[in-house]
């Protein structure tokens, strides 16, 4: 957990805790008025933690974080950046205390079949799929995907754009919501990267390089897959594990495709029994 916090302090060794409090009050589009209403305190009192005229106790940090909505790792961020020591720890999910969440999603990704399922962190990398991924994209791309990142998989021109049938389509959903995460966790820099990464591939519409403000992601979105004589369509649930203190769970996505027409149902069906 230390390594990977290194990051995020080092960004913020010139700056107090109320100045990442800022921050994410700016980020979240609240004044200082409403957020103090939240937790209970003055608005003078909020602008004194804001400046650094006040040091906030471990108590305040949290009630700021939790009005704040802000991830489990920034949280361990603002603990150490005021002194404190974090509080949330960074767990494999090889070690023995996680066998009961690696249950639950090896249970989720079996029970997803013959459709596909996997697991992201929040910067896109894969980090577990169910047998039916590797069948239905190695249909349409032998071999499979190049990349462990689904933003690389989905941008990179060598890689899964070529078999996704409605790439505008996903690749513009995609976008969208990368453009709000990098919103509404600023001091993620990694996450910052892979959005100039991403926007930097050829073909990739100049617009896209601006977030709409206001622009909501679609609210359904179908995927098609095509190639080698192969087509697949489905639509896509993304999961979350709730009230954890772990950072590894916080950050967790279980993305489950399912089929949107009975063809994939049957493709799906059929690839599955020949396995």
Same mark, same amino acid.
């Given at each position: 957990?230390?390594?990977?916090?290194?990051?995020? *302090?080092?960004?913020?060794?010139?700056?107090?805790?109320?100045?990442?409090?800022? #921050?994410?009050?700016?980020?979240?589009?609240?004044?200082?008025?409403?957020?103090?209403?939240? $937790?209970? *305190?003055?608005?003078?009192?909020?602008?004194?933690?804001e400046t650094g005229k006040?040091?906030?106790?471990?108590?305040?940090?949290?009630r700021l974080a939790d009005a704040l909505d802000v991830p489990l790792?920034?949280?361990?961020?603002?603990? $150490? $950046?005021?002194?404190?020591a974090p509080v949330y720890r960074e767990s494999a999910l090889t070690t023995p205390e996680m066998a009961p969440v690696r249950q639950a999603i090896d249970f989720i990704l079996r029970q997803q079949e013959p459709y596909?399922?996997?697991?992201?962190?929040?910067?896109? #990398?894969v980090l577990l799929v169910n047998d039916a991924v590797k069948r239905v994209f190695d249909r349409v791309k032998p071999g499979g995907p190049k990349h462990g990142n689904l933003m690389r998989q989905v941008f990179d021109p060598s890689d899964m754009r070529? $078999?996704?049938g409605n790439w505008e389509v996903v690749a513009g959903d995609l976008i969208r919501h990368l453009h709000n995460?990098?919103?509404?966790?600023?001091?993620?820099?990694?996450?910052?990267?892979?959005? #100039?990464?991403?926007?930097?591939y050829p073909g990739v519409p100049a617009q896209w390089?601006?977030?709409?403000?206001?622009?909501?992601?679609?609210?359904?979105?179908?995927?098609?897959?095509?190639?080698?004589?192969?087509?697949f369509r489905f639509l896509s649930t993304i999961s979350t594990f709730g009230t954890t203190r772990d950072v590894t769970i916080d950050e967790l996505r279980v993305e489950c495709m399912f089929p949107v027409d009975a063809a994939t149902v049957q493709l799906c069906g059929e690839l599955a029994a020949r396995a």
């Open positions: 957990m230390i390594e990977r916090m290194d990051i995020a *302090v080092t960004r913020a060794s010139n700056a107090h805790a109320g100045t990442l409090l800022r #921050d994410w009050r700016m980020a979240r589009r609240l004044s200082q008025l409403d957020l103090a209403l939240n $937790v209970g *305190v003055s608005a003078r009192h909020l602008s004194y933690l006040s040091q906030p106790s471990r108590d305040m940090l949290t790792r920034e949280r361990n961020t603002m603990f $150490v $950046v005021a002194g404190f596909p399922a996997f697991v992201m962190n929040r910067r896109w #990398d070529a $078999v996704v995460e990098v919103a509404a966790v600023p001091s993620d820099v990694q996450l910052r990267a892979l959005l #100039d990464e991403v926007l930097a390089r601006t977030r709409e403000l206001g622009a909501a992601p679609l609210p359904l979105l179908t995927t098609t897959l095509c190639g080698n004589g192969y087509e």
